[in-house]
């Protein structure tokens, strides 16, 4: 910045009486250029600068990121023709009084109206209004307010109406829409940014929002609030030459109001770039919210942790750097890329040995074939995991004999019991567990019957005492027949036939001596499909097909992962897997 007068003979100094006697002795001269184009110097004339020189002092500056508005839909066609930054909005009930609106004019007239109460002026976004003449609306930028029955918008309305209706609306900017996978639906996430919403108007779940140029809409939209798993910022910033900055990221509150969780103040991270990513662990509940669930939640009295409120989660911090004094640090409009947390996942394992599990994540791998000549006797699954308290992760393996004349993909998966860190949890992100799976040696247990039994040798008919095998058993269940002071010795079998409530035989002969006699206890099994080791032929693996006929060993197999996790906030993973059929 510069100021520049002319010094010129016979005029006085500023300040003082003294009279210019000539141009001062300096060199260089002024020129000024004749009517030909020539430059010609005037000796009676000098030039004097003033020069500002700035020298910038250590400079703190907070950007507030996330004005955005997260929306699921359900049917995505009614907004294929959104087109990207158009203002959106979503209607309101219409305010009190009639107004009076021209196609030349950008002045409205209100009769019975209150515009001083509905546009406070006051805000740092800006305030439209929705003009309903019949069937034709027109969105509106509210200027001025001059009372409260005048107002000034941005540009004339297409139509004229000395009747017209007014709402005022909240409205945002269409960025894009992307498919959204939630409990095994696909929803449609519809993200708008720089949303006006405040603690009078604001987008709310249901009706309808309007796009204003393409006349794109959308019905029954949800407001929601989403879990963030990385960021990538983009802020633009103008920094003279060696002048060097900081850049810091913190969430600036958290919110704790029925099922509706917000990030907390208790995540930052330091010496961040622009334009690269930065993850978020999943120990952090941070969230993107839509800035109306954020304001309304928080005016509603919602936990709010800091009193330093400000209407976006995520703050951007910089620092110039004193060491060069010509150093400044500019800053415009403040973006930031947000991945959101788009895991399926839950917490129920029900139906998981079947096809149709209710898990929402799962991994499955590809079918391996081992040598038909040859019989896997066990199998072994060793996974290096990421698993956070509260989160666990099931293993499952689908085995299948190729004497069984029964199709693979009809078998049952079975599940695998951890054999070693059952209990440890992983106590930070990068925190990985080494953990065992292998067959169990026993189906799980569904109900230990009344009474007791006893067995032959050599025999399948079973003789029970106070025992109800009518009402308690059916032909094809699986049981385990076992003494009741030694349960870990056991004969597990099929039902054959119930002959009466004291009387049944099963499809094999008991020959086990330890479960041979009186005073046998018998167990219904769960999952009668399911491998398991047989402790009575070494440990091979052993499976009943449908027709609950005994298979040893297998020669194909495959293996099913599940996730379970009671929010979407801590994501378990496996960083690596590797599976062994066992064979002597």
């Not at 519809?190 to 006006?196: A, C, E, K, V």
């Not at 405040?198 to 989403?226: H, M, Q």
């Not at 499909?529 to 298979?551: C, G, L, S, W």
Request: contains cysteine.
């Amino acid at each position: 910045m510069y100021n520049l007068w002319e010094c010129i003979s016979g005029h006085r100094l500023l300040g003082t009486n003294n009279p210019i006697s000539g141009a001062v002795n300096s060199p260089g001269s002024v020129y000024y250029f004749s009517n030909q184009g020539n430059a010609l110097p005037d000796v009676t004339k000098d030039l004097k600068f003033k020069i500002n020189i700035a020298k910038w002092d250590i400079v703190s500056t907070q950007s507030k990121i996330l004005d955005h508005e997260f929306l699921f839909i359900n049917d995505a066609t009614s907004s294929v023709g959104f087109i990207r930054d158009e203002l959106v909005y979503q209607e309101k009930e219409e305010n009190n009084g009639t107004i009076s609106v021209s196609s030349n004019s950008t002045t409205i007239t209100g009769s019975n109206t209150e515009f001083q109460t509905y546009y406070t002026g006051n805000i740092d976004k800006k305030e439209y209004v929705l003009i309903t003449s019949g069937n034709d609306k027109a969105l509106r930028e509210v200027i001025s307010v001059t009372s409260n029955t005048v107002l000034t918008i941005d540009r004339p309305t297409p139509f004229s109406n000395t009747d017209a209706l007014y709402s005022r609306v909240p409205v945002a900017k269409f960025y894009d829409i992307s498919e959204y996978r939630m409990q095994k639906t696909k929803r449609f996430l519809i993200n708008l940014f720089d949303s006006n919403s405040n603690t009078t108007v604001n987008f709310e779940d249901g009706g309808a929002i309007y796009a204003e140029r393409s006349g794109s809409y959308c019905l029954n939209p949800t407001v929601v609030t989403l879990p963030v798993s990385s960021f990538t910022p983009s802020i633009p910033l103008i920094a003279m030459d060696g002048s060097t900055y900081d850049m810091n990221m913190t969430t600036n509150f958290y919110l704790n109001q029925g099922s509706m969780e917000y990030s907390a103040n208790y995540y930052s991270l330091s010496d961040i770039n622009n334009d690269e990513s930065y993850s978020i662990p999943a120990f952090y509940k941070v969230t993107a919210p839509s800035r109306s669930n954020e304001i309304r939640l928080l005016s509603a009295g919602g936990n709010v942790v800091t009193q330093n409120y400000q209407s976006n989660s995520f703050i951007f911090n910089f620092d110039s750097d004193i060491t060069n004094p010509y150093s400044i640090v500019t800053q415009a409009d403040t973006t930031a890329k947000f991945n959101t947390i788009n895991y399926d996942i839950n917490d129920d394992v029900t139906n998981e040995n079947t096809r149709e599990g209710n898990a929402f994540s799962k991994y499955i791998t590809k079918t391996i074939a081992l040598d038909r000549s040859v019989l896997a006797e066990d199998i072994k699954v060793y996974l290096s995991i990421y698993r956070p308290s509260g989160t666990d992760i099931y293993v499952y393996a689908k085995l299948w004999n190729n004497s069984d004349e029964e199709a693979f993909v009809d078998k049952d998966w079975s599940i695998l019991s951890i054999r070693s860190n059952e209990n440890r949890m992983s106590n930070k992100d990068n925190d990985l567990v080494e953990v065992e799976y292998s067959l169990p040696l026993t189906p799980r247990t569904q109900t230990v019957l009344n009474g007791y039994a006893e067995t032959q040798a050599s025999n399948s008919t079973i003789i029970g005492y106070d025992t109800t095998f009518e009402s308690d058993l059916q032909v094809g269940d699986l049981i385990k027949i076992y003494p009741e002071l030694f349960p870990t010795n056991y004969h597990i079998t099929a039902v054959e036939s119930i002959v009466s409530n004291t009387e049944i035989t099963i499809n094999d002969e008991i020959n086990n001596i330890d479960v041979i006699g009186s005073g046998m206890k018998i167990t219904k099994l769960r999952y009668k499909k399911q491998a398991f080791n047989n402790t009575e032929n070494d440990n091979i693996v052993r499976y009943f097909n449908h027709q609950m006929i005994p298979f040893d060993g297998f020669n194909q197999y495959a293996i099913k992962i599940v996730f379970l996790s009671a929010t979407r906030y801590l994501i378990p993973f496996v960083n690596d897997m590797r599976v062994v059929a066992v064979s002597t």
